[in-house]
């Protein structure tokens, strides 16, 4: 394990990177700079996702996260931070991550160069997120939020199995699959926590370890009752107004029925029904983009910021999005939207950590369960970062999208309820 480890950070070194120094003092990480005087938007949204994720994994990398991540907490925390909130910082900001880090070769671009440094931190950071002996070993036993963070993990190593999962070691391998099947000891919550046991399952099924159908067969069952048509599930037995479509059910949902349709579980017709009602919801949260780049604040959660779009990133990666609205309109409106929210520092302290708000220092408006960690869920409207340069989300020219186009009195798809 040690010779792996230093191999790794000979690589490191070769690139001029380190994963010391720096990291002992609590200092602001300095970003590499891209050059271009105009930037376009893919090169805005790569600095954008490596400001976010590189003090998470960097610290990580270097057994320092639980000494330098600040923690801040709701006015009604009820959580035992220290216990969670580190494991919320990786998980989500794993899986925000993994699709970019997937995208192929390392290259010496710049972008390559971003991508390269933060998967390789990123994997001696999982190896140390295990090992009893690392400082920054992380809670899987304690408590059931564990079941929620190790689903975010298991969904980042579906996404980036080439990159991330296939990489480690063996005995981190190992670790990790122990980690995840300690987790059944505990019951998941009647909501949307049903999809992160099956997804965690749905993981272990992927790569051919022993796991429990049932936790993902019940989870696949109720989401059959809870779905309510146009697009919409319950988050349990009671429907609510929240964004937990995009944060879970739909992206998780449907990535647990592709993984089961590669094994002759789950028919291709069920895939496809998925599909069609997350692309439909998508197009809710796209018609939600304001004009000048903002949306409404509606539910719980809303410090997870532009983890909001998960849904519409997630079928923008897919190359699913409906005839009606462009790949380049999608760009732009996202575009806009993560402009507002992080293209100043109001979000961010003087070490890049993200702080407990929407739009600033709000914490009265996170939730009980919401603490810094919580808040990584900001980097899943990133996906997109998956495709490459060339593919129409990133070539074909900016548009108006929905909204825009209405309030300047252009022609604009008419909208109307589906059937399925």
């Known amino acids: 394990m040690k010779t792996i480890c230093r191999i790794v950070i000979g690589l490191l070194c070769c690139l001029g990177i380190t994963i010391s120094g720096n990291a002992q003092k609590n200092k602001k990480q300095d970003l590499p700079a891209i050059k271009n005087v105009k930037q376009s938007d893919r090169q805005f949204w790569v600095q954008t996702l490596y400001k976010i994720s590189y003090p998470v994994i960097h610290h990580l990398a270097a057994g320092t996260l639980k000494k330098m991540m600040p923690v801040q907490k709701g006015d009604h925390y009820h959580l035992v931070a220290e216990e969670v909130t580190y494991l919320e910082a990786i998980g989500r900001t794993m899986a925000g991550i993994a699709p970019w880090l997937e995208t192929g070769p390392k290259d010496s671009s710049e972008e390559g160069l971003l991508r390269t440094r933060l998967n390789n931190e990123l994997l001696i950071?999982?190896?140390?997120?295990?090992?009893?002996?690392?400082?920054?070993?992380?809670?899987f036993e304690k408590g059931n939020q564990a079941i929620v963070d190790a689903a975010y993990i298991a969904h980042a190593f579906l996404r980036a199995p080439n990159t991330i999962w296939q990489p480690l070691d063996s005995i981190t391998k190992s670790r990790f699959i122990q980690k995840f099947k300690s987790l059944r000891n505990r019951s998941p919550y009647y909501?949307?926590?049903?999809?992160?046991?099956?997804?965690?399952?749905?993981?272990?099924?992927?790569?051919?370890?022993?796991?429990?159908?049932?936790?993902?067969?019940?989870?696949l069952r109720k989401m059959k009752e809870w779905y309510i048509g146009d697009g919409w599930y319950k988050d349990g037995e009671k429907f609510s107004i929240d964004y937990y479509n995009s944060f879970v059910i739909h992206p998780m949902l449907v990535d647990i029925l592709k993984e089961r349709n590669k094994l002759g579980l789950t028919s291709k017709d069920e895939l496809d029904l998925a599909y069609k009602r997350m692309v439909r919801y998508s197009e809710f949260l796209e018609r939600n983009i304001s004009p000048e780049g903002t949306f409404p604040l509606y539910g719980r959660s809303v410090t997870y910021r532009s983890g909001v779009f998960q849904a519409l990133a997630q079928v923008a990666l897919m190359q699913k999005l409906p005839e009606h609205i462009k790949p380049g309109q999608v760009r732009a409106a996202l575009t806009a939207v993560l402009k507002n929210l992080f293209q100043g520092s109001q979000n961010f302290d003087k070490n890049n950590w993200l702080i407990l708000g929407f739009n600033g220092n709000q914490s009265n408006l996170a939730d009980h369960y919401t603490s810094t960690g919580s808040l990584y869920m900001a980097t899943l409207a990133f996906l997109p970062l998956g495709l490459p340069a060339s593919s129409p989300f990133w070539s074909d020219p900016s548009a108006d999208w929905s909204a825009k186009k209405a309030w300047s009195g252009n022609e604009i798809h008419k909208d109307y309820k589906v059937d399925y």
């Open 191 to 219: 909501n949307n926590w049903l999809l992160f046991a099956a997804l965690t399952e749905t993981f272990l099924m992927s790569i051919g370890e022993e796991y429990d159908p049932a936790r993902i067969e019940f989870a």
């Open 125 to 139: 950071g999982l190896s140390n997120a295990v090992d009893p002996d690392n400082p920054d070993y992380l809670n």
